[in-house]
């Protein structure tokens, strides 16, 4: 938290306003981990363990970057650190750049898309679910576990309440805009 003075401009009034700074502004990342199946697509959810509010929430993977990071190298860590799956530069692509609230906080993250292909073989399934398992590589302590979801079921569990994350509300608006989905 920073104070910032300030002077309101109607009355000349001091006023004190507090900034919260998430890693000292550094760039985060919310990854969109595509998994591009024959028919159609699969994104990767994972229900994270929220503090703040005390309960689960589904929400896309993401994180802050460390020091000498770029977005691109914060999506590779972070998805690797949540999720156990790797990937490289070349699966990494910068959709845009959000901030949550700049009202209050001085936080930059960007909306990273990571692509995976289908692996062979695989079902996609009449439910359009994958579910796959936080692994025991490492993954993150907040996560209980992950599923791989179509856009539909992603719009639904938005429109029920399941998803009310605003950065994986975004970040799947951003997307579908930039893919030109209705």
């Known amino acids: 938290m920073t104070a ?3 002077t309101v401009r109607s009355t000349g009034q001091p006023m004190t306003i507090h900034v919260a700074s998430v890693k000292d502004g550094r760039p ?4 969109l981990a595509v998994l591009e199946g024959n028919r159609q697509e699969f994104y ?4 994270h363990w929220r503090v703040a509010i005390g309960t689960w929430q589904w929400e896309f993977p993401r994180g802050m970057g460390e020091p000498g990071e770029s977005p691109v190298q914060t999506a590779i860590r972070e998805l690797a650190e949540e999720t156990g799956l790797t990937a490289d530069p070349s699966q990494v692509c910068e959709l845009h750049r959000i901030h949550a609230d700049p ?4 936080d930059d993250v960007r909306v990273m898309e990571l692509t995976f292909p289908s692996p062979p073989g695989s079902d996609e399934g009449a439910t359009g679910t994958i579910p796959m398992q936080a692994g025991s590589g490492g993954t993150d302590w907040e996560l209980s576990n992950l599923q791989w979801v179509t856009s539909r079921r992603i719009r639904e569990m ?3 309440g399941q998803i ?19």
């Open 158 to 160: 938005i429109q029920c």
């Open 4 to 6: 910032v003075d300030v």
């Open 164 to 182: 009310i994350d605003g950065l994986t509300i975004s970040s799947f608006a951003i997307r579908e805009f930039e893919r030109g989905t209705e």
């Open 103 to 106: 009202g209050v906080m001085r």
């Open 44 to 47: 990767l959810l994972a229900r």
């Open 28 to 31: 985060g990342a919310v990854c």
